[in-house]
């Protein structure tokens, strides 16, 4: 296994539940005498192992109660921030690997939360009280405005890529454009359950998938108020590799760097490539051994099966693109796989080239934009970084 020894971060005296500072991660210490401050992705990709653990608070009979809702970074890759079911907001710093603050959000819950373009505000949505979407700025944990309309828990918060623009999606069967300077949204599309949505890398475009129409809907962001100029069935595109829990329950929708490709990640037997132009099926990822169990956007607990390890929680996503958008790092039950999107595939479907091993389930995860490092989360965090060992 992993040369690099692996810190851990306490629950009792040094951890986000009380806001202590942990052991510090200097990320420039893995990469090594001689090595250069700048590696491909190529170069490191296969070398990925857990190095830092961010233990679960909420203990009970040596178990977490908890569970890690969903990643994301900020614009600059300093600051890592998670939404976890306790009611709390937790932020970290990455290049020294240890927690910042902790923001309460005990009155209305938080998921999905997501930085804005000022590292110091954040948005998020409730999980209890009401729907609507608030804005916060972390630095004294206050509200800057609630974002209300939605009549429905929120399934999806996707930031614009360069302005604090931003969508939702909603169960109550509206997707809402908003712009963090003012209160109302400056748009409103209704659409049958459109869970999730993703911004194209230029900010021009946008998609809409509905997984329970087995659809994915691409928007003119300028033109937004018009039909979608494409459309794609999903199920035509992937029926040659699968005709197997194709619509069971899909968890993410990101576009790749280049904008050629659009991932959709599934809680089914693998994820897919998806052409951006066209919705034909560049890749089926499968999983081999499967993935993890939470519940897809907008799935209710009672469709989903429930079941103890995460079954009934939601998330944001347990596959993500690299940086350069040729890798794309799936959770697993025991740590995370690697597909390689230029790989050769067979019959369309593509199998994990590496296996980045942990004893960990990462049912939620999400990479870097700036730094070779991601991170996994279930009940626990767990900081990854390439092994200048290996």
């Not at 659809?215 to 595109?237: C, G, Q, T």
């Not at 560049?282 to 519940?295: D, I, N, P, Q």
């Not at 799935?299 to 794309?328: A, K, L």
Request: hydrophobic share 30%.
């Amino acid at each position: 296994m992993a040369s690099t020894p692996m810190d851990l971060d306490l629950p009792d005296s040094s951890s986000p539940a009380n806001g202590t500072p942990s052991t510090s991660l200097n990320i420039t210490r893995t990469l090594g005498t001689g090595v250069p401050s700048t590696l491909t992705t190529t170069e490191v990709i296969a070398n990925y192992r857990p190095t830092k653990l961010f233990k679960g608070g909420d203990q009970k009979d040596g178990r977490s109660q908890h569970y890690v809702l969903s990643l994301d970074y900020d614009d600059p890759g300093e600051l890592l921030m998670t939404s976890e079911s306790n009611e709390t907001i937790q932020i970290y710093k990455v290049r020294e690997g240890k927690h910042d603050k902790q923001l309460l959000s005990k009155k209305y819950g938080a998921k999905l939360a997501k930085f804005t373009h000022n590292s110091s505000s954040i948005i998020y949505a409730s999980t209890k009280q009401n729907d609507a979407i608030r804005y916060l700025t972390t630095h004294d944990n206050t509200f800057l405005r609630y974002f209300e309309g939605h009549t429905a828990a929120v399934t999806c918060l996707a930031m614009h890529p360069g302005h604090d623009d931003f969508i939702s999606c909603s169960k109550d069967n509206t997707i809402r454009l908003w712009n963090a300077g003012t209160k109302n949204e400056t748009g409103m599309l209704y659409l049958n359950f459109p869970y999730l949505a993703a911004w194209d890398p230029s900010g021009q475009v946008f998609a809409v998938g509905s997984p329970t129409t087995g659809s994915v809907l691409l928007y003119d962001h300028r033109n937004f108020d018009k039909a979608p100029f494409a459309e794609f069935d999903v199920m035509e595109s992937v029926s040659p590799v699968t005709t197997n829990n194709t619509l069971q329950g899909w968890t993410k929708l990101e576009f790749a760097n280049d904008g050629r490709s659009i991932l959709l990640g599934t809680k089914g037997e693998g994820h897919f490539l998806l052409d951006s132009f066209n919705g034909t099926l560049k890749a089926f990822l499968h999983k081999g051994e499967g993935g993890t169990s939470r519940l897809g956007a907008g799935e209710e607990y009672m469709t989903n099966g429930g079941g103890p390890n995460g079954g009934h929680v939601e998330g944001s996503g347990d596959c993500c693109f690299t940086q350069d958008g040729r890798y794309v790092i799936g959770g697993t039950k025991k740590g995370a796989v690697v597909w390689d999107t230029l790989g050769q595939t067979s019959e369309n479907i593509l199998e994990p080239i590496h296996v980045l091993e942990d004893e960990r389930p990462a049912a939620v995860i999400a990479m870097n934009p700036r730094f070779n490092f991601f991170a996994s989360a279930d009940q626990d965090l767990v900081f990854w970084l390439p092994d200048p060992h290996a």
